[in-house]
């Protein structure tokens, strides 16, 4: 599955970004856990103790939010550097089948993710031991809960780089399917909304049914767990990304297996993607745009002229995303 050699390749292709990603992720909790040690000691130098609390919440965003970061670099670097560079073509040419390229990149990339935050988890829990807080809230969930959510990035944009022919198709297309689940309920509705004079929650029980639906959907939106609102629900809720990891890693295998290699540089390596796409840009550019006209002035006529320009700007931004091929 994964070979020693290709190992080798990469790490010697990526050291400084796999460091450096190693670095921060061991680093990014414990020092979480310093920084609230030291702003309590700071409060105890310019106040009485009695207004000073040593609490260690993890539902106040901390350095740890941005953990997966990391994932979506070496994911780029991993894939999309590789194929803006032209170097994907000489790795391909070496004696080893793709699924074996695929699974060497991915597991390095996750073993990096995972392991290193499995450190940092321990040196911040002995911190904690050492410190001993008043008060700790979320330390368990939030670590691991990030670790789950940092892969589940990682895994989106390597799925995103098995399908696309460069760096920056790479970032849109993981950025897009990031927030396509939202895109596709929530954009008609709302011009749903709008061309019925209707609003979507007076069809509901009671506003309660409508905004708890609505909030739930919303994990079904990946980059909905960037922000740290998931924290306070139900500890199952990382099982919806744990299970998207396994999807998008399906996806990046086969992609890598299936696909060609000679559109690199173009936007999509399978060119039957092209059009579909770009016919689905052009559709959330006119509801999009749409909208933004009617609510801008709450008229008709907004929304029709809205409507026009999403047509065009969703048209040519497709047609120079998907249709330009870059140099490498």
């Not at 700071?42 to 939010?65: A, E, K, M, T, W």
Request: glycine share 8%; aromatic share 16%; net charge neutral.
């Amino acid at each position: 599955m994964v070979d020693r050699g290709l190992l080798y390749r990469e790490w010697k292709q990526n050291q400084v970004v796999i460091l450096l990603s190693i670095m921060f992720l061991v680093l990014a909790n414990p020092l979480s856990i310093v920084n609230t040690y030291l702003t309590y000691q700071g409060c105890l130098d310019r106040q009485d103790p009695q207004y000073c609390d040593f609490i260690v919440n993890y539902s106040i965003s901390n350095l740890i939010d941005i953990n997966w970061v990391p994932g979506v670099i070496l994911a780029v670097c991993f894939l999309g550097m590789e194929r803006s560079k032209g170097t994907m073509d000489f790795i391909l040419s070496l004696p080893y089948n793709r699924s074996q390229i695929f699974q060497t990149k991915f597991w390095l990339g996750g073993f990096v993710i995972v392991l290193s935050q499995l450190i940092g988890f321990l040196l911040a829990w002995l911190l904690i031991l050492v410190y001993s807080p008043e008060h700790i809230y979320y330390f368990e969930h939030s670590s691991v809960g990030v670790i789950v959510i940092s892969f589940m990035a990682f895994s989106l944009v390597m799925a995103a780089g098995a399908l696309t022919g460069n760096a920056f198709a790479q970032l849109l297309t993981a950025l897009s399917a990031g927030v396509l689940p939202y895109l596709i309920v929530a954009l008609p509705v709302g011009n749903l909304e709008v061309v019925f004079d209707v609003s979507i929650w007076e069809l509901f029980p009671s506003p309660e049914s409508y905004f708890s639906l609505a909030s739930n959907l919303s994990y079904l939106v990946p980059i909905s767990y960037v922000g740290n609102e998931w924290l306070t629900n139900s500890k199952y809720l990382l099982l919806i990304p744990a299970v998207m990891s396994i999807l998008f890693y399906l996806i990046g295998l086969i992609g890598f297996k299936k696909l060609p290699s000679e559109r690199n540089g173009h936007f999509f390596l399978w060119n039957k993607l092209d059009r579909p796409v770009q016919i689905l840009v052009i559709a959330f550019g006119i509801l999009g745009f749409g909208l933004f006209g009617y609510y801008s002035g709450h008229s008709i006529i907004g929304y029709i002229l809205g409507m026009i320009i999403g047509a065009v700007a969703g048209f040519f931004v497709s047609y120079f995303s998907i249709y330009k091929k870059t140099k490498h």
